[in-house]
């Protein structure tokens, strides 16, 4: 069984990854889960925390002379800011109180988390349901992207839309659509957008919110190409790889819509614009002639690309805040609490949804191909 588990404060020490269940023999590099979590921090509209992070993992068990033992890996990241937070962040009983945060922000965990954990102040909520705990499964993502590469799966993310700039529906999905000379491209832009025209639209419109104090929300898209058919299983409804994608990608802080393939698009036309009609090809393979099922029928794959659409929110924290209350004084007030914040995090929450895309895969192919070593796994794969 695959799992992981993620724990650490925004501004503690350090965040902390254990997971389990990835076959033995595994090569795995540490740059590569590196460069994944470079990207996360990457992208037009951060804010300042982002100049003080530069985060990299260490390994603290799992991994022996560059591969996975197939026992427990344990990840660290640092938290470069816990220096400027040590005496806030202390888990020593404090003489005085300090920092009393009351004033709930909308749309943040602010307000439910402080009534459901009893806190009197929401900096004890703030630590936790901040997105820095991404980071954690960025760095999970690192390790499955080096398993999938294992069977000729590669995963990628791009920008579609920021606020009402970009975004169209009913786009082609099938392995043509997606060229490898497409995430040159995409890497290369601050919007991680394939679209140089659209790139400076959305950057524009990123500054305008900016400057009346606003925030942005908008869609990415995470592609997975090479994944062979039968991942998933229609068999009960938790085993639907579409029921797994769902869960993985709705789990994102922010994430409140998600699409598969054409999604809400299939259901603003008739069944034969939309059904992907299956061939063979002259060399014997299956293919389809469109993938509006972004690769997934019955819950299982069918060997097109896996695509996925994620609606991610505005950013709740705002330069001009919203009205709000004190929940210490019980206060109806103008306005909420600010902090230092970002302002638009779709190109970084592609690299996440990404990062939960590999998981989802990772897990289902370690079900169908089983074994305890990779060389195990591999003999499974190839009969
Ligand atoms: C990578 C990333 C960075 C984020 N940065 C911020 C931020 O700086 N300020 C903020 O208010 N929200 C930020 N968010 C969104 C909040 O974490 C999220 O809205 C909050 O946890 C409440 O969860 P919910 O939106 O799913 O209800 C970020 C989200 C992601 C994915
Ligand atoms: C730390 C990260 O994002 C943070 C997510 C976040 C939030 O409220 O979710 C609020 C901000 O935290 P801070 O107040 O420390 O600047 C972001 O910077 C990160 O992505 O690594």
């Known amino acids: 069984m695959f799992r992981f588990l993620t724990a650490g404060e925004s501004h503690g020490p350090c965040l902390t ?29 951060r804010g300042g925390r982002m100049k003080i992070e530069k985060d990299e ?9 560059g591969k996975t033992l197939g026992s427990p890996i344990t990840m660290q990241i640092e938290n470069r800011d816990w220096v400027n937070w040590e005496e806030r962040m202390n888990a020593a009983p404090v003489e005085a109180e300090i920092d009393h945060v009351t004033r709930v922000r909308p749309g943040h965990a602010d307000f439910t988390g402080a ?26 993502g690192g390790l499955c992207r080096q398993f999938l590469a294992q069977f000729g799966i ?15 529906t009913l786009r082609p999905m099938t392995p043509d659509a997606y060229p490898e000379s497409m995430w040159d491209v995409v890497e290369a832009s601050p919007m991680r957008c394939a679209d140089a025209d659209l790139t400076e639209k959305m950057i524009a419109r990123i500054l305008e919110a900016k400057r009346e104090g606003d925030t942005c929300g908008g869609v990415f898209e995470v592609v ?7 991942l998933g299983s229609f068999s009960q ?12 990608m709705m789990s994102i802080p922010s994430v409140k819509a998600m699409e598969i393939g054409a999604g809400f698009g299939t259901t603003r036309t008739t069944g034969s614009h939309v059904h992907d009609v299956l061939r063979r090809s002259e060399d014997d393979r299956w293919f389809h002639l469109s993938n509006n099922a972004g690769g997934i029928e019955g819950g299982i794959t069918n060997g097109e690309p896996v695509v996925v659409r994620v609606g ?28 230092r914040s970002d302002v638009c995090v779709v190109p970084a929450a592609g690299v996440v ?31």
């Open 57 to 65: 993992i260490r390994f603290l068990s799992g991994v022996r002379h």
């Open 237 to 248: 409804w938790d085993r639907r790889l579409s029921t797994r994608l769902g869960t993985a």
């Open 312 to 339: 991610v929110k505005p950013i709740p924290t705002l330069a001009h805040p919203l009205p709000s209350v004190d929940i210490e004084t019980k206060e109806n007030i103008d306005q909420s609490r600010y902090e």
């Open 224 to 230: 997975a190409l090479g994944v062979p058919i039968g």
């Open 353 to 383: 949804g990404e990062a939960m895309m590999t998981m989802v895969l990772a897990e289902a192919l370690i079900e169908k191909y089983g074994g305890d070593s990779i060389d195990e796994m591999m003999k499974h794969y190839r009969s």
């Open 154 to 168: 590669a995963v990628h993310s791009h920008v579609l839309s920021v606020v009402e700039v970009g975004y169209e």
């Open 17 to 45: 990854i254990i997971v389990e269940g990835l076959p033995a023999g595994l090569t795995v590099e540490k740059t590569i889960i590196d460069a994944d979590l470079r990207r996360r921090q990457g992208g037009y509209g």
């Open 115 to 140: 009534i459901k954990y009893g806190h009197n102040d929401v900096r004890n909520v703030i630590e936790r349901s901040s997105s820095r705990e991404t980071a954690s499964r960025v760095a999970v």
